[in-house]
Each structure stands twice: as structure tokens, then as C-alpha cells.
């Protein structure tokens, strides 16, 4: 993603994120999407809901 540079360690693992501010600062598709892969990296261990379990929930809610 152009305006994103990665710091990584000797094994090159990926250890910290550069975001160059105003490269991506006029482009909202390109925010969208670093914000969506910091929340999928936060949830890649979370176990998985079914979609017949989560409507069931959120009918019990009072959401659907």
C-alpha cells in the first residue's frame, strides 16, 4: 500500500507500521483498509460464530 512502510526485525517479521501522513491523508479507501487489516490481525485468534448462532443472538438482542 503506497504511504505504508513496515520496521522489521532480523528474521524480517513485521514489527511496526510508518504511515506516511500525507500520502495517504487524501485517500480514505487506503485509511479503510489499514483499518481493516489492524482489526483482522486483532481477531485472527477469536473463535468463530456461525451466521445462524450470530442472528439467533442478535435477535435475542433485539437487533434484528
Known sequence: MKGISYITDGHNKKKAVVIDLKTIENNQDAIEDL???IVAES???EPTVSWDDMKKKLHKKGKL
Open 43 to 45: 481477531r485472527k485468534d
Open 35 to 37: 483499518l481493516d487489516i
